[in-house]
């Protein structure tokens, strides 16, 4: 595919009666056509076509049913109630282990 910068017309070759008129500049060449024409051709390159870009289809159900919700514990606790119940659960803990299991860990 060759195009004139003087005129934008494009030809798919140039024709063999066609009569250079100066040397090639930039890849450019002025030529005289048979009917009188002046053309400055140069050979155009194809461009590749870009291959279509597919996203991956996602059912939005699904996606949705798995993202777990996280529940908030009560908003603004201060660090003193987080302490006290943190103190309260250990509490209860040691309480619940059998004292059979605390005589094991002392020998």
Sequence with gaps: M???RICSKEFSEIPKD???VSQMRRGYQLLR???GELHDIKEMKQ????????AP???P???LVAVPV???AEPFETVDVMVSKLQKRWRNEINQVPA???EEKKL
């Design 18 to 20: 066609a009569v250079p």
């Design 2 to 4: 060759y195009r004139c």
């Design 57 to 59: 289809v996602t059912k």
């Design 70 to 72: 996280a529940v908030p």
């Design 100 to 102: 059979q299991a605390v």
């Design 33 to 35: 056509f048979k009917n």
């Design 47 to 54: 461009k590749p076509s870009p291959e279509p870009v597919v």
């Design 61 to 63: 159900l699904e996606v």
